[in-house]
């Protein structure tokens, strides 16, 4: 049913509320009432906010009344740096799995024939591409046999194949495939990887090492769209179990962007998307990113999705040093890092995509990284005016302290990714990045404090996709389930700050502030509710493992797992969440 | 031939307790005159004269003899960058893989193109504990597969905690037909077979080490007059036996009359190289190192002979006798 609202055409202001929730703690995050004890919610929006009693003559026959006995309620939360796609579809792409623990060659061989036989080339994979893992180095060795693209060839030739070694720190490709990937005697190395080759005549002998796969991947045909809809699909569910209601999903491209779509359409799109089209081509190629940027990203939006993003890596990372500092790294005279754009460059694409209304979402893990692409802001809005479009500093592993009231001047949010902000190895290996900056590392407060738009990501599959573990470790810099009392650097801010970082501030990243973010009335009805009050409780190792018991988005039951609106006209969409490791 | 700025590397692998450590305090010892770069799990483990440590800032810990060590960390790649970066590069790098971490993927870095221009890896040396490796578990298994799926040398230690048997089942269970291992008790391996410190090429066959070593050892040297066929040489060299641990060799072929070649063969593993910057040469020379009675001389001669009968010489010693 098709029932826009416009100037002439209003929905009735008055009538009676579709839900409403009674008797809670409902805690708005809206500065001028910060707790009601009732919401009444009508068309997707807050019709009334505030006592039992306010909203009870908002009740008739048709509304479904839900007693929260005192329970706790808040806006839903938002995950502004996530990859869904990255972590599961290529688990769910159907590739060759030879599925026995040390295969040997023999036992390669018959599963690759056997994969060929039962895939066919077909429409979506028309050269018939073979791809999977895995062989075992041993025991080509153990055979006395080389594995190489002579060796596949003699088990599959006339399609291409390409499979990976069980330490996946190369693939083995045969001929066909090599020649499809264009890979040659003359074919330069990646940086980080390299084509194995014939030491006297420079024939690749078939093995591509790390970065070279890459190539591989180029050739091949996309990720099958049913592999990314599902990953999406399923990372929808989870993220509706555990309460989000608004999520960048970075870097995309069109079939990413048409896996969305597809489950927009099917109702299944439980949340705000902002899908950011890949700038670079270092993830996986997007062949149709400039027209998807002349316009054709209309094409998939609705009031759920969008791709008015676009996102790169300017700097690296602390694994490769190559993120980008204010100084040299330690034990440095020169060495800085690395930038994949000029400032140049950069000023010129920002101020293209800021006058097309596409927000620019820069990878900066270093404190030098972002103190350019500020530079780049101040330039454009210069030139263009305040507001613009709200730019993202992604990662900001580390920022400078006198970019700390840039992010309020410039309009440009601060997005803290991954969780990194609690003492865990993964986290501790950001120390290299010098003494002076570990104090500064994560720095939602130096960020809030100065009035800027903080906000967090998972930056799954890089931390866990549960948001409740960062959310936790803002308010500890701890981990949860640690006994001991180790922190990880930096400042925690308070609940108040927690809670804006996860709602409202989200929500002003995606610029939908004025209509979503917050309980208040007129604003979309997005709300959870939780199986514990987080005023009422110890931080540590208590928040992040917090049970979601519905979640709302636009009215929308997504997640209800006491079944409260079972067999209602309002049932969830979703009845079951997968678990995606530990929490 | 190589610049000399290409710094030769080893690694050592193996789970923990299987030696490792053991052969690198051997080779800190040896007093080979090299300036090493070592880069370990924890140096603490290393018996360091204290009054050889000239700074230690928790990092990089610097000898006063050039030698530096330091942790080794996640960071491959930017280790080996501020390595060569520094002021002072040293003679040759020793990595210590973790004993749960694949020395394969370390190899694959030194590949990098970044690095192979200034690192080469010289051979990855896998030390297996012969004690343990009859009881791992399939987690185990799989990770000692892997380690010795890069290996170039195997050493097979503490083979006295272990009997004949077992040393037989290890040896069919672990071992590859081209492997190239040692049998050892306190990893006790003769040094200059393992490392490249240079100490074989075709013009310095000459032995730096113990007597008990080096009558353990035999070498052959040949020279060819003409050039040779390539491809029937590379067959031979691809077929070298079992008992030869290192070769290298620099040849004139008929199909690349302007361009010599070099070869170089380390454990199981052979290496070619064209030499486009060097001039050609008159004669080619290989010259192999191996055990004792461990391959066939005259069969060997032969086939080197056949290669360009009329114009080959050869001569071959054992390391008693030095080539003069």
Known sequence: MQNFESSHCRRPAQGCADIVFKSGRIYTAEAASPWVESVAIRNGKFLAIGSDESTSGLIDEHSIVIDLQGQFAMPGLYDMHTHPDLALAPGYAGYLDVGIPDPTPDQVRNAIVDYATRNPPSAQNPEGWVYGHYWVRFNFRKAGIKPDRHWLDSVIADRPAAILDRSWGCVLANTKALALANIGVNTPDPSHGYIERDSISGEPTGILVDGAYAMIHAAMPPTPQHALRRAYRDMLMFQASRGVVGSKYVHVCEHRLEALRSLDVAGELTQRVEASISWQDDIFPVKRRWQLLAGERFYYASDRLNANSVKFHFDGTHESRSTYLSTPWEGETEWRGHLNMTPEHLRAMLLEMDSKGVRVIAHCTGDGASDIFLDAVHYVRNKTGMPGVRHQVAHSTTLLDENLPRFAELNVTAEFSPVGWIPTDFAAQRLVLGADRAQRLYNFKGVLDAGGNAVMGTDWPVTHPNPWIGFEGMLTRKVPWATDDERFPGDEICLDDAIAVMTINGARSMEIEDIAGSIAVGKSADIIVLDRNLFEIDHHGKIYDTQVELTLLEGEVIWDSQSRFAGTPRAAVWSEAPAFGYC | ?324
């Open chain 2, 1 to 324: 031939m190589s610049s000399h700025t290409i710094i030769p590397a080893t690694i050592i692998s193996g789970f923990l307790g299987s030696g490792k450590t053991t052969l690198l305090n051997r080779i800190m010892q040896a007093e080979m005159g090299l300036r090493f770069a070592v880069m370990v799990n924890d140096f603490g483990q290393l018996n360091i004269d204290k009054h050889l440590i000239a700074n230690n800032d928790g990092r990089v810990l610097s000898l006063a003899n050039g030698c530096i060590c330091c942790t080794i960390s996640d960071d491959m790649v930017g280790q080996l960058e501020a390595l060569l970066r520094r002021e002072k590069l040293p003679d040759y790098i020793l990595i210590e893989a973790s004993g749960v971490s694949d020395p394969g993927r370390i190899a694959r870095i030194l590949n990098y193109p970044v690095f192979r221009e200034r690192i080469a890896l010289d051979a990855v040396v896998t030390l297996l504990d012969a004690g343990q490796l009859p009881h791992l578990e399939t987690e185990f298994r799989q990770l000692a597969m892997t380690q010795l799926e890069a290996a170039d040398f195997v050493i097979i230690n503490k083979t006295d905690q272990c009997n004949a048997t077992q040393l037989e089942t290890i040896r069919r269970d672990w071992l590859f037909p081209d492997s190239r291992s040692f049998e050892t008790v306190r990893a006790d391996v003769p040094l200059p077979l393992i490392l490249g410190t240079g100490a074989h090429t075709p013009l310095n066959t000459e032995f730096n080490d113990s007597e008990q070593h080096r009558e353990l050892f035999d070498s052959l040297c040949w020279t060819w007059e003409r050039p040779l066929k390539l491809d029937v040489l590379r067959k031979l060299l691809d077929e070298l036996p079992l008992g030869i641990y290192r070769a290298k060799g620099i040849f004139m072929t008929q199909e690349f009359p302007e361009t010599p070649l070099v070869f170089q063969h380390v454990g199981s593993r052979g290496q070619w190289k064209r030499c486009e910057d060097t001039a050609p040469c008159q004669e080619s020379t290989l010259v192999l190192i191996g055990r004792r009675g461990g391959f066939d001389r005259d069969t060997l001669l032969q086939r080197f002979h056949a290669l360009a009968p009329g114009a080959a010489q050869g001569h071959s010693h054992q390391h008693t006798s030095p080539v003069s």
